[in-house]
């Protein structure tokens, strides 16, 4: 019983000398797993949440820039936008969009709402 607990503990422990039976054996049996597993065991794959990710991607900075014929329009995540009049509203849109576009005037806006009726975003028109 002695030396079954010694085999275990050098196993666990990985005390045994390169070159000897143990060693090899739990070479053999790491490279059995890395081989073997992906076969059997599931990982929780993301692969359908990647094809969905690569169709749709997120926009990275919840900002979005959309030709309107002649114009641009800008369309912001209302997170992003701070508010509750018509003047902070602009103030803020602007806060966002003059990093990316330089300095430009907002033409018009527009809250876009979802189905409930709560507001998801801001579209703002704007001129240079």
Same mark, same amino acid.
């Given at each position: 019983?002695?030396?079954?607990?010694?085999?275990?503990?050098?196993?666990? &422990?990985? =005390? !045994?000398?390169?070159?000897? !039976?143990?060693? %090899?054996?739990?070479? /053999?049996?790491?490279? &059995? !797993?890395? &081989?073997?597993? #992906?076969?059997?065991?599931? !990982?929780?794959?993301?692969?359908?949440?990647?094809?969905?990710?690569?169709?749709? #991607?997120?926009? #990275? /900075?919840? *900002?979005?820039?959309? $030709? %309107?014929?002649?114009? *641009?329009?800008?369309?912001?995540?209302?997170? *992003?936008?701070?508010?509750? %009049?018509?003047?902070?509203?602009?103030?803020?849109?602007? $806060?966002?969009?003059? #990093?990316?576009?330089?300095?430009? =005037?907002?033409? $018009? /806006?527009?809250?876009?709402? %979802?189905?409930?009726?709560?507001?998801?975003?801001?579209?703002?028109?704007? $001129?240079?």
């Amino acid at each position: 019983m002695e030396k079954l607990w010694r085999v275990v503990k050098g196993y666990i &422990f990985w =005390t !045994f000398e390169r070159g000897s !039976f143990h060693y %090899d054996v739990m070479v /053999t049996l790491i490279l &059995f !797993f890395i &081989f073997l597993a #992906p076969r059997f065991v599931d !990982f929780k794959d993301q692969s359908e949440l990647r094809d969905q990710l690569a169709k749709n #991607p997120p926009h #990275p /900075t919840r *900002l979005e820039v959309i $030709r %309107d014929g002649d114009s *641009l329009m800008y369309q912001v995540d209302a997170s *992003l936008v701070e508010g509750q %009049d018509d003047a902070m509203v602009r103030g803020s849109l602007l $806060r966002e969009i003059t #990093p990316v576009s330089g300095e430009v =005037t907002i033409s $018009r /806006t527009e809250a876009v709402r %979802d189905n409930t009726g709560h507001i998801v975003a801001y579209r703002a028109w704007v $001129r240079r």
